[in-house]
């Protein structure tokens, strides 16, 4: 089993900032798709960023120019760098493992590891 930790949520005000981190296995950070997503209560998980083995990396409408997905080797962790926060963005934030296929936020069950998730809050 693959663990995955994210860290780093926390509460700000709208316009604010923060780093989330996942910590995982080396062999799984450097080698694999990895994707950060959300779920506020009520609402249905959506992907917020991913990053392939090349560096590539994907955003949907609702989070691109604001948040940035990178990827440290050396310390087994993937990072989502969240800017101009919005109340919106509240949620729980996980990271996930993509086990097969292109690196986009897509296709549900291709995501095979997830992490237990950090909590999220923008307060306007």
């Known amino acids: 089993q693959v663990q995955l930790v994210e860290s780093g949520g926390g509460s700000v005000q709208a316009g604010g900032s923060l780093r989330l981190s996942c910590a995982g296995p080396s062999y799984i950070i450097s080698s694999y798709c990895m994707g950060w997503f959300r779920q506020a209560p009520g609402k249905e998980r959506e992907g917020v960023a991913s990053?392939?083995?090349?560096?590539?990396?994907t955003y949907p409408v609702t989070t691109q120019g604001r948040f940035t997905i990178s990827r440290d080797s050396a310390k087994n962790t993937v990072y989502l760098h969240t800017n101009s926060l919005e109340p919106e963005d509240t949620a729980m934030y996980y990271c996930?493992?993509?086990?097969?296929?292109?690196?986009?936020?897509?296709?549900?069950?291709?995501?095979?590891?997830w992490g237990q998730g950090t909590r999220v809050t923008v307060s306007s």
């Open positions: 996930a493992v993509k086990g097969a296929g292109d690196c986009t936020l897509t296709s549900d069950y291709l995501w095979i590891y």
């Open positions: 990053i392939d083995r090349d560096g590539t990396t």
